[in-house]
């Protein structure tokens, strides 16, 4: 999609980040456990608008659970997921008037895990 900035990190990849040396113990097998991670932002009126119909359409048809709902001023953010087998699917999302971001996340863990990512992300 056009005007819309994308970053996806590999199960590969984490791999590698698991095996670290200066990550503490608990964080390192943390991260071995995420299966994938993709990031979509943007700030163009635009690609902001189909962002949200999709959003809106999967939290509507695939079954997400909204966990978490914060509203600030005209600024949002919800965290909803899916579990599929032993696997949750977590999807983060920011909304303000000028900017809306989406963070998928998978693997094996629990939303308080997904919040201690959260928490040592810069």
Do not use: W
Request: aromatic share 6%.
């Amino acid at each position: 999609m056009d005007h819309v900035t994308s970053v996806y990190i590999s199960p590969k990849m984490f791999q590698l980040m698991s095996r670290m040396e200066d990550e503490d113990k608990s964080m390192k097998e943390l991260i071995s456990r995420i299966r994938n991670l993709q990031i979509l932002s943007s700030s163009t009126s635009s690609a902001i608008n189909v962002m949200r119909r999709e959003m809106n359409a999967l939290h509507k048809n695939k079954g997400y659970e909204e966990l978490v709902r914060v509203k600030e001023g005209k600024e949002s953010s919800v965290i909803s997921s899916k579990k599929q087998g032993n696997m949750y699917d977590y999807i983060l999302t920011s909304d303000s008037p000028d900017e809306y971001t989406i963070i998928f996340l998978q693997g094996n863990f629990s939303l308080e895990e997904v919040q201690l990512i959260m928490d040592r992300m810069p």
